[in-house]
């Protein structure tokens, strides 16, 4: 008698319990079908966002690739058979960078919407690079000092050594060598500690080779074991005025 008494009281609990959670779906149904419905516009907003970003990237990546090829493309007349099917050449340098430079400022122009694609930093630094080659040191300047604050420590990296050589062409030599020591001394994998060190020595050459000659010697103490690098650095030095 005792064990049906603990199982009645056990099943009046169980269909309390469920009467009471039945009460509340019935006064809480509209604001419990609004959560479930904002859940559902959260997901499916999600999903949409990966799938709009997913999209952007894949045709950012195409317009990068189209740029790239012209600016890597032959200039002259190639001989017969020595390029591919359809490939492109510029009859000079200037025509081929112009060109690349249209192409890199459109996808800079494209992709304004965040998050922007990886190609439109890629794209950002080469519009620099060719700002440079088609003599819009200016333009140059201003375009590279915007991409070595990116995000993306290697493409920045890239942009601040770019800028440092146009300020070494331009006679701007502290500003240069400031740059590339900053570049020595916090590497990346686009711009190694000795790069950052052979460029500062290289545009100290002119103006302070006893100053050239130093930092030559420094990357002998610390890359000697690299033959390239120790090459490279003896080469150097052997070429100093004295």
Known sequence: MDRLTRRQLKQDEFRETFERFEDYIKQHYQDIITVVVLAAAVVGLAAGL???????????????????RTFRAYVGTAPAGELGTGAETYPTQQAKYKKALDEFNAIVQKYRIYPRPKAVSIAR???????????????ALKT???????????????????????????GKL????????????????????ATALLAQADAYRAAQPARARQIYQQVQKEFGSDA?????????ISSLPQ
């Open 174 to 193: 502290p500003e240069a060598t400031k740059l590339y020591q900053d570049l020595a001394d916090h590497p990346t994998l686009s711009v190694p500690r």
């Open 125 to 139: 630094y080469h519009m620099g690079v060719c700002q440079a080659l088609t003599g819009d040191q200016a333009g």
């Open 50 to 68: 990966k799938a709009y970003v997913d999209r952007q990237e894949a045709t950012a990546n195409a317009d990068l690739a189209a740029a790239l």
């Open 144 to 170: 590279l000092e915007e991409a070595g604050r990116d995000r993306d420590h290697e493409i920045a990296a890239l942009a601040r050594f770019a800028l440092a050589d146009d300020l070494a062409k331009a």
């Open 228 to 236: 390239v690098v120790a090459e490279t650095v003896k080469e150097q």
